[in-house]
């Protein structure tokens, strides 16, 4: 299996390669895959920086003598996105490496 940065970087000359031995495969589906794919990861990684730089926050307020509730009741909701986009993005994954589309090294 070809590594999907490789693909990504070098489209063009898989789509070459791939007539040239006879092969009709339409990479397109792989493209939207992986882009999704990609899309979702930062994503994940915004709300994961979103809820560290938050969690310094209410550690903060808690060491004043605070009391961080909406905070924490927000911190919640973006922990539970966090989990549901990582469902998404496992069955993205899977999806993307089985697909017919995904091209194989050889």
């Known amino acids: 299996m070809l590594d999907s940065r490789f693909v990504r970087e070098h489209i063009d000359i898989l789509r070459e390669k791939l007539t040239q031995r006879g092969d009709d495969i339409d990479l397109s589906p792989f ?34 003598g605070g009391e961080p509730r909406e905070l924490i009741a927000k911190m919640r909701k973006v922990s539970q996105e966090i989990k549901d986009l990582e469902i998404v993005l496992k069955q993205k994954e899977e999806e993307r490496s089985t697909h017919r589309s995904w091209p194989s090294g050889g």
Do not use: M
């Open 31 to 64: 493209i939207e895959l992986d882009q999704g794919r990609r899309e979702l990861i930062q994503r994940v990684e915004a709300l994961r920086s979103q809820r560290n730089q938050v969690s310094d926050q209410i550690s903060t307020i808690k060491k004043d």
